[in-house]
C-alpha cells in the first residue's frame, strides 16, 4: 500500500499481459509474497533472491572501465546491488570500495559502520526501505575484509 503513485502507474504500464505478470497491493506485502510462493510462483524479491546479486556482473564490469576507479557509493535498500558489484569486482580483481548509502529512517548494513546519526521516521528516498538487512551479515564481512564501508544519510 506504500507504493509510490507515480511507481505504480509506471509499473502499470510496463505490464506485459504475454507474461501473466500482475501486481498485487497488500497491506503485508511479505505475508502475501510467501503465500504466493507457496502456491507455486516466482518471487523476483531482490534482497532474498540467490541469484540477484550476478545481475550487476555487467555493471561492475562497465564502471571497472572507469580511468583510475577507487570507490563506488551505492544507496542500497537489501544491498544487493552492492553485495554484486563487490563480488564482481573481487572475481575481476579489481580493489573498488563499494560503500553503502542508507537513510536515517532506513539503515539495516549502513549502521554497522557509521555511527554518528539520528533515527528518522521517514525519508524521501522511498525504495530504501529493507529494514530486515537479509544480506547484511555477507556484506558486513565482506566490508571488514576491506571491500568498502556504510554510511548513513
Not at 25 to 48: C, F, K, M, V, Y
Not at 52 to 59: I, M, N, R, T
Not at 119 to 131: R, W
Amino acid at each position: 500500500r506504500k507504493i509510490d503513485a507515480e511507481k505504480l502507474a509506471d509499473l502499470k504500464r510496463e505490464i506485459n499481459n504475454d507474461f501473466n505478470i500482475s501486481i498485487n497491493i497488500s497491506d503485508r506485502p511479505i505475508q502475501a509474497l510467501h503465500i504466493a510462493e507457496r502456491n507455486g510462483n516466482w518471487s523476483l524479491r531482490q534482497s532474498t533472491d540467490p541469484h540477484a546479486p550476478s545481475g550487476y556482473d555487467s555493471l561492475a564490469e562497465e564502471l571497472s572501465t572507469t580511468d583510475n576507479l577507487e570507490a563506488v557509493y551505492v544507496g542500497a535498500s537489501s544491498g544487493t546491488t552492492a553485495l554484486g558489484l563487490i563480488n564482481t569486482f573481487a572475481r575481476m580483481n579489481k580493489d573498488v570500495k563499494v560503500n553503502i548509502v542508507q537513510t536515517e529512517a532506513c539503515h539495516s548494513i549502513a549502521d554497522e559502520f557509521d555511527k554518528d546519526f539520528q533515527d528518522k521516521p521517514s525519508s524521501i528516498a522511498g525504495a530504501i526501505v529493507d529494514k530486515v538487512g537479509h544480506r547484511r551479515n555477507e556484506i558486513i564481512e565482506k566490508m571488514e575484509k576491506g571491500a568498502g564501508s556504510g554510511f548513513v544519510v
